[in-house]
């Protein structure tokens, strides 16, 4: 592999990872545009690493069995690990679902650039731009309240949920955007 082709790849990947964390430094949120620009130059720069061991490795014994997508393997599954780091569960909500989701996409994207794969790097990215932004101006479009959990269902003892970790839900089951169980109640249904 061309030291330019080197390069390019990883330029790319640094690339498409500022772009995907720009969003998220926008919103102020901590996996902003170095967190996405790094997993996706580590993803390609494992990536291309794998593919240069592969053809130096191949050339100097044909009949190895060498096998380079387990590289991807292990990058998704330590991209995994960074992901659900980033998730988190507070006052009946989970945070972070779409910061988790977009650094895996920038390490897609690191892989796929440093495999060479620029076509599918390019459809890749304009549509996660689509998601990460595009969606947004949609979602201004639907009601304020998001689906609640299955804890709706539960019984109340007087008057108090036994659910103490719940969303404030509507008779319907949805969340009211905002509210949150009040804790001083839970303490008292719970006992803590």
């Given at each position: ?7 390019m790849r990883l330029s ?7 772009l995907l964390g720009l ?86 994207l690191g892989i796929t ?80």
């Open positions: 592999m061309l030291e330019t082709d080197v390069i790319l990947a640094v690339a498409g990872g500022l969003d998220r430094e926008l919103r102020g949120i901590s996996a902003g545009i170095r967190t996405h620009g790094i997993v996706a130059l580590s993803s390609a720069a494992i990536t291309v690493s794998a593919l240069m061991l592969y053809e130096t490795l191949s050339a100097q014994n044909p009949n190895n069995s060498i096998d380079p997508l387990r590289v991807v393997q292990g990058l998704a599954q330590a991209i995994g690990f960074i992901a659900a780091g980033a998730i988190f569960f507070a006052r009946g909500d989970v945070h972070n679902l779409t910061s988790a989701a977009n650094l895996w996409l920038a390490a897609a650039s440093g495999a060479g794969q620029f076509v599918l790097f390019f459809t890749a990215l304009a549509l996660g731009l689509v998601l990460i932004t595009g969606i947004r101006v949609l979602e201004k479009y639907l009601p304020d309240f998001k689906r609640g959990d299955d804890s709706a269902d539960v019984p109340e003892v007087e008057g108090r949920s036994n659910a103490p970790n719940r969303a404030v839900t509507d008779k319907d089951g949805y969340r009211k955007k905002g509210q949150t169980p009040d804790r001083s109640e839970q303490n008292s249904t719970t006992g803590i």
